[in-house]
């Protein structure tokens, strides 16, 4: 069983958990149910495609967390996570996509076994994974417990990265680099998008020398030409055309930890408002990462991004990056703070970012971006593609 | 814009329209709020990675549904739905991820716009794209509605396929049985998983001719030997050993239609008690199959599986298969009917399956299954690749 063991030291996990105790102590929570799979492998080490099922963790103040999810996938968790066996349980398999019972009942039984039927129990409110019914039956199954939204409260813990942590992100970030080369050698008129999205996903799984590429939380996106105007479309067997733009959004993946990185590439002779866009992009990006240091806030590198673009007379209103690391689809951002004029989270060394100034206008679009690390001083970037518009003529 | 439009026929979404309707007057409802992004699909052909923030689709008895999502994704709406291009709303980026305001509380506006401010109004209490929050945001913003549950409604519609969707899943599974040749031809001892990956993946987006492959809502998922206990992991960078049985578990994917399958590779002379299992599930697979006809019920399915694995001494708690079509991640199943013995749904014709009788043991599995359309008669078996364990020495 030792392949797929938890990747991180027993320090690491034990650090996680100290910080996770420390964030519910100041909430007055007694227990935590984590459901987000990325807060659930982050403190366990658990890795799985399980989470079309119900799965959490239970987390109190005393010993190791439980992991709780359906029976056969308690294999799994065997495999993967760096509790004793005895704190892996698992719901039977009639409570699967039931129209009759739900798995919450269950969860519901091991939370009142392991002491916990009349505490202060916080739940993830706003994660994918815990859905209105899940709470409704959790919270009659509880009539004692006090249930209280803890939204993202262990997604803030894992804000500030590791050591360990980031030298996994930097090999997401070598995978990326060779994602993206692959993507602008192959990328010419006629090649159908299917075919060049097969050879990114080759490159991207292969990897890195010995460093295996994992599936990353989101799927590539290249829409072109007219198209690039949508950030969320992904491919189909159309040819790319001389005279088009195409972007490529993607990430590489090294066990569940990622460092997205976007490119433009352009077939042709891009026209004058392309250009012009994409120096301000590249002005906009350098004025960012200026102001991407310990002790500046969030807003601070949106408004230094926005002043430019404002100056390149283009309009903007998205927010311009969040922050990365681990993460199970569909989402590879950690859902804390925004990079955007209103967000005043102070910057600490250790924080990652997508830094992500896409530009999506009416018929074109345009993507350039750049993950990376915040430092005392000028922050560390990720990925090494040189930080341009790509041009093929 | 014409890449991307809905795939379907304007008379499949008037059918689809019209059920969806149907069931709504059945359960008293004036309008449905859909989150599940395949239900979104389904309705309104809406394609694009954007279910990582909240979006829906608004549908009243009259007129045509609405596209709600993200401003920045309505862009992908005008380019894949089949509605005018008034019928698709964005909502501001603040809401996005915020923590501070929700996007539900721009919904209650569209839905009070549209007239349904005291409407019955069905939404999908059990749905990954519903969360907690989102719930009891919208339900406090529209305090004169009655907010009902509707889970599954439009999935239940779902369940027999059209004449235009049964063509895409035989695309799908033409390309289902491109990947697991593909996987059975190159596995061999000594081989890296995230390598085999890589060409699983190639393989599935290259696609069949001009049947391009899209992304599965499940990625391939291979474990090896002991690890072949636990049903979802995916893969490392471990090589495969002579001696071990891997299995696959796979689906190609058309436009979001799927067709999984799954088979077991043993490298090596398998021992004993994998020839008896695989004896025994080729023989529950034929029983079922058999019983897998329309007026049968799809317990009828289980129990007949269940009656040979029983016999051959072999213990298996879990489900043994799901409905089948168009779905996004996390899940490849539709949610409503369960091959189980406590499952009584009658089957219908066109009706579509995965017959999954997976084994997972203590420390060895096997998988060998079958996606199937039921018939007046016999199934229509969707896959090709022969039902057997392939044995590689």
């Known amino acids: 069983m030792e392949n797929f063991r938890a990747p991180f030291s027993t320090q690491e996990y034990a650090r996680r ?44 103040h005393e010993g190791e967390p439980v992991w709780w999810g359906r029976s056969m996938d308690r294999n799994g968790a065997l495999r993967t996570v760096w509790m004793r066996d005895d704190n892996t349980v698992g719901y039977a398999d009639h409570f699967v996509q039931s129209t009759t019972c739900h798995p919450m009942e269950d969860l519901a039984v091991q939370i009142i076994a392991r002491g916990f039927e009349t505490a202060r129990v916080g739940v993830e409110m706003e994660n994918y994974y815990y859905t209105a ?10 009539p004692k417990a006090a249930l209280v939204d803890a939204t993202a409260l262990v997604n803030w813990q894992r804000t500030v990265k590791s050591d360990e942590e980031l030298g996994f992100m930097r090999k997401a970030a070598a995978i990326s680099d060779k994602v993206i080369l692959t993507a602008i050698d192959r990328a010419e ?31 590539p996106m290249l ?29 590489g993946c090294y066990r569940r930890y990622h460092a997205p990185q976007c490119r433009t590439v352009f077939l042709g002779t891009p026209p004058d408002h392309i250009i012009d866009a994409n120096a301000a ?14 002790g500046n806030r969030a807003c601070d590198i949106a408004n230094a991004l926005g002043d ?22 569909p989402d590879w951002g950690e859902r804390t703070i925004s990079l955007r004029p209103s967000d005043e989270t102070v910057l600490e060394e250790g924080m990652t970012f997508h ?39």
Chains 1, 2 share one sequence.
């Open 133 to 142: 019914r899940a709470h409704q039956v959790l919270t009659a199954q509880l």
């Open 281 to 294: 992009i590249l002005d906009g990006l350098a004025a960012g990462i200026e102001k991407a240091r310990a």
């Open 308 to 329: 430019v673009i404002e100056k390149a007379g283009l309009t903007r209103a998205a927010r311009c990056g969040y922050p990365i690391g681990l993460s199970y689809p």
């Open 189 to 219: 008129p006629g090649l159908r998008k299917n075919e060049l999205v097969a050879d990114i996903y080759s490159a991207m799984i292969t990897g890195v020398g010995d460093d295996w590429g994992d599936y990353p939380a989101i799927v």
């Open 17 to 60: 958990l100290a910080k996770t105790r420390s964030a519910m102590d100041t909430a007055g929570l007694d227990a935590i149910v984590v459901t987000d799979p990325s807060n659930i492998s982050w403190l366990t080490g658990y890795d799985g495609w399980s989470f079309y099922t119900h799965q959490a963790v239970l987390l109190g």
């Open 223 to 251: 829409p072109s030409g007219s198209d690039a105007a949508a950030p969320h479309l992904t491919w189909n067997g159309e040819t790319l055309q001389e005279g088009e733009g195409t972007f490529f959004e993607i990430s």
């Open 355 to 393: 830094f992500m100034p896409g530009l999506w206008m009416d018929n074109w679009g345009l993507e350039t971006t750049e993950s990376i690390v915040i430092r005392d001083g000028a922050p560390e970037e990720l990925c090494k593609v040189p930080r341009q518009l790509f041009v093929k003529d």
